[in-house]
């Protein structure tokens, strides 16, 4: 049985001062570390995000997507829109998923508002492939990218 609770706004989000301005911005998918992980036991956390503004030393607004981890729990947040350093771009695998108009950035916000999961035992691997496989659905990303960001990072499906 799931138990998805409503979008809370996450911790530190600053979408009051950076907003989304509308125009069209790329996508990017994110997965923790460079490359995947052997070790099933050590999962890599995955999120969607595109940037709202970029601001001096290096820092950017991100809009992000993402099942959050809370220790043994976790929660889909929205808005999230955090201050990131630039670095982590180059720190963790970030793949384009294209350039997304404002609508079609919506859109994606409503199919993971809408994503069933279980706080306890759902991860973000799982919850981010669900939420391609509607993108993938919608026509938002093909389905061949789809495959591909499944075997590199890897997503479950169950």
């Known amino acids: 049985m799931t138990n998805t609770p409503l979008p809370t706004r996450g911790p530190g989000d600053v979408s ?10 790329e996508v990017f998918l994110q ?3 460079l490359q995947k992980n052997p070790d ?22 991100w809009d992000i997507t993402q099942l959050e981890p809370h220790g ?5 947040h929205y808005p999230n829109t955090l201050k990131v350093d630039s670095i982590e ?5 970030t793949i384009s998923l294209g ?13 993971a508002a809408d994503v069933e999961y279980d706080e306890l035992s759902t991860e973000s691997r799982v919850w ?3 939420l391609l496989a509607k993108m993938v659905e919608e026509k938002l990303i093909s389905l061949c990218l789809f495959k591909i960001i499944r075997e590199m990072v ?4 169950t």
């Open 16 to 25: 009051v001062e950076y907003g989304d301005d509308r125009s069209d911005k």
């Open 31 to 33: 997965a923790t570390g």
């Open 40 to 61: 099933p036991n050590k999962p890599r956390h995955v999120l969607i995000y595109w940037v709202n503004a970029t601001l001096s030393g290096g820092i950017e607004i």
């Open 72 to 76: 043994r729990w976790h929660q889909y």
């Open 89 to 93: 771009r180059t720190r963790n695998q």
């Open 99 to 111: 350039v997304f108009t404002s609508e079609q950035r919506e859109q994606l916000l409503e199919f």
């Open 128 to 130: 981010m492939h669900k």
């Open 154 to 157: 890897p997503l479950r499906s």
